[in-house]
């Protein structure tokens, strides 16, 4: 299979779903309601879910695995060599919320591993994405252009390094997780895609998510950051795995900017 042939479909069908879930949006006539694990899920998320099943079908004819259609067993799915690993709305909370701070995630998974990731914000238009080995890219305000996670120089002192974190993250967490004498900044943003791709693009260091995600909060994201230079890895530091467990569910996680920073030494470990 050509991968990078399928990446402007992927775009495609990433602009499309952005443009249902942005005119539910702006008009306010959708309906919300909770799921079994208590998170919300809205009829923008099932429009765009329903679209991306047939759209991505028929673009390459693999599996859909879907946040809002992920009841598969291990069993079969473990079977599959590739498939598409999808969140239809990312952030649904913020987008009840109203912050517009929302995407769209697709993911082409092959042999355990992200090898596309297509991620889309409707309200600014922005666009990331990345295909294994062709490097990461954004396009935004009518330009696109590559992108690279921040380095910093092994020689020079680590200070203000800039930790993006959820909106609603209890910052004394977060704050107990990291070494005290660090100089740092943390920046407050919705979705779990947009803040990685702020590390990929170079504008934070680090993402740290403390909370319940699935694998396909990371699939796209995961393609895109180790394309720009950067990593994707639970808090010990060990990389996350697709399609390997009956759960779907992530261990808590960093999206780091320069793996070669001293990060063991910089994150403190749970007692």
Known sequence: MDIYALLPGVIAAARESGRLILALYNSGQYQAESKDDASPVTSADLAAHDYLQQTLRELADIPVLSEEGNKVPLAERSRWPRYWLVDPLDGTQEFIAGSGDFSTMIALIEDGKPVLGVVYGPVHDLMYYAVRGHGAFKEADGKTRRITARHHDPAEPLTGLRITISLRQNLDWVRSRLTPSLD????????????????????????????????????????????????????????????????????????????????????????
């Open 184 to 271: 740092y900044q943390l920046v407050p943003l919705g979705s779990s895609s947009l803040k990685s791709c702020l590390v990929a693009e170079g504008g934070a260091d680090m993402y740290m998510r403390i909370g319940p995600t699935g694998e396909w909060d990371t699939g796209a994201t995961q393609c895109i950051v180790e394309e720009a230079g950067g990593r994707l890895l639970d808090l010990n530091l060990e990389p996350l795995s697709y399609n390997r467990r009956d759960s779907m569910v992530n261990p808590n996680f960093i999206t780091l900017g320069d793996a070669g920073l001293p990060w063991s030494r910089i994150l403190v470990q749970p007692a």
